[in-house]
Nanobody, 115 residues
Framework: QVQLVESGGGLVQAGGSLRLACATS????????MGWYRQAPGKQRELVAR???????YYADFVKGRFTISRDNAKNTVYLQMNSLKPEDTAVYYC?????????WGQGTQVTVSS
């Protein structure tokens, strides 16, 4: 079955960095667009960054210049490097795999940024 497993979350001080990873199995990883979303308490889930099968990337305005998404097709893994973290980045971060009318989600990893 399809599995997306996030790792790398944790507690960090403002200005610090974290690197999230999402290891996948059960899908042809290389042909899927991969995304990172986040959901803060009381808020809707929002797109943070996305990378398509060709490597083109998209970033939400609130992370441009601070976060970098990348993928390693040999390892079936997508990453999110997060620098200059702010308290408002605190949320559960979810990995998403999308292709046409199919999409899959990971279970999420908590990121907490203290001021």
């Amino acid at each position: 079955q399809v599995q997306l497993v996030e790792s790398g979350g944790g507690l960090v001080q403002a200005g610090g960095s974290l690197r999230l990873a999402c290891a996948t199995s059960g899908i042809s990883f290389g042909i899927y667009a991969m995304g990172w979303y986040r959901q803060a308490p009381g808020k809707q889930r929002e797109l943070v960054a996305r990378i398509d099968s060709g490597g083109s990337t998209y970033y939400a305005d609130f992370v441009k210049g601070r976060f970098t998404i990348s993928r390693d097709n040999a390892k079936n893994t997508v990453y999110l490097q997060m620098n200059s973290l702010k308290p408002e980045d605190t949320a559960v971060y979810y990995c998403n795999a999308y292709r046409y009318n199919r999409q899959y989600w990971g279970q999420g990893t908590q990121v907490t940024v203290s001021s």
